[in-house]
């Protein structure tokens, strides 16, 4: 990017900092990232070289805003507005009113009053399915209303490097003219692998962590569990693979029998399913290691969410918690991801100079 371009950006729902940390390897300035949960203050302060701001979103103002980004003259507002209400399988009528719809029009309002030069929204692609909830439409309106050109689409997350079969529907809007993002960087013939992702870490068995990284952590077994996962075969279903015996009677019932990949194993030369926020449970998908006996580790999943393997999350073993680490990993933009989204910034913004 020529040095003459000045852009800062700050993250709205930064989490432990997916988006900002790929939009800084794009070549974008962060400045700061605010966030409700002050459990993500560590992970994004060490890892973003960027100011943590513990806020909810609706108290923030515009002239809070203006005085992060200085005289700056290119302003980026970002932000990934957390998902659960818009997801398919947390949504039913009656949450309509949910509160939590109400961080899309606050990120809305904060745009209309703040006017940054670009925006960016990242979340689930079911926030466009559900008809009954205008929320999405309403803030694709209010950018056009106030003068930006907005693009969105759902991107599948192999198409960019990032190996795992992550959907997510991202959006992109410019003062300045047409935006999109970048074009694919990968096709089926070279999509990332969870060999190629995590092949290389160290073995463990379950319950255990790696001497020399603590985050490279997988959850206790139970025995039952333990026989459940040496039958269980990559790519494969408890439903195929397990003794009877093994079974559960839950699963056996007619609403659980599509539940086939819950206790599943990954395969090594595809990528990954998509890191949730139970990402190293075995029994919350197929999150099973292909060869080793146990669930994924938190730095796998982290890697796979293309987190740099040196990503910090806690500063030592006596504070790491696995459910809140997990859950941050699960709920986090890919980094990588948000690499792309900066990268199709600074394009758009070069050709719009050039012209």
Not at 111 to 120: A, G, L, Q, S
Not at 271 to 276: K, L
Not at 322 to 347: C, R, Y
């Amino acid at each position: 990017m020529d040095a003459k371009i000045n852009i800062s950006a700050i993250d709205l729902f930064c989490g432990i900092g997916g988006l900002s940390y790929g939009l800084r390897e794009a070549g974008i300035n962060v400045k700061a990232g605010i966030d409700i949960d002050k459990t993500c203050e560590y992970a994004y302060s060490n890892n973003c070289n960027a100011e943590f701001i513990n806020e909810s979103i609706e108290s923030i103002s515009s002239s809070f805003l203006n005085k992060i980004y200085g005289d700056n003259d290119i302003r980026l507002l970002a932000g990934c507005a957390p998902c659960q209400p818009f997801s398919s399988y947390t949504y039913k009528d009656d949450k309509q009113n949910d509160n939590r719809w109400q961080l899309l029009y606050e990120f809305s309002r904060l745009i209309e009053e703040t006017k940054p030069d670009i925006v960016t929204m990242e979340n689930v692609p079911t926030l466009l399915t559900f008809k009954s909830a205008p929320v999405f439409n309403d803030f694709v309106e209010k950018l056009k209303i106030n003068g930006y050109h907005v693009w969105y689409k759902i991107v599948y997350s192999p198409d960019y490097g990032i190996p795992q079969k992550r959907k997510r529907l991202v959006l992109l809007a410019s003062k300045y003219g047409e935006i999109k993002l970048i074009p694919p960087t990968h096709n089926p013939e070279n999509y990332k692998t969870v060999q190629e992702a995590i092949g290389h870490l160290e073995e463990l068995v379950d319950g255990e962590h790696s001497v020399t990284d603590f985050i490279h952590k997988a959850a206790k077994l139970s025995d039952l569990n333990i026989r459940r996962i040496k039958q269980s075969k990559p790519g494969g279903s408890w439903k195929t693979d397990w003794d009877d015996e093994l079974k559960l009677a839950c699963h056996l019932s007619d609403s659980g029998k599509s539940y086939g990949s819950v206790y599943g194993r990954m395969r090594w030369n595809e990528p990954s399913p998509t890191m949730t926020t139970f990402c190293n449970g075995i029994g919350n998908g197929r999150f099973g290691h292909p060869e080793q006996n146990r669930a994924l580790s938190l730095r796998e999943a982290a890697i796979l969410q293309s987190f740099p393997e040196h990503y910090q999350f806690v500063d030592k073993l006596e504070n790491l918690k696995t459910g809140s680490i997990a859950k941050h990993i699960g709920n986090a933009v890919p980094p990588k991801l948000g690499e792309i989204i900066g990268k199709s910034i600074l394009v758009h913004l070069e050709k719009t100079k050039e012209s």
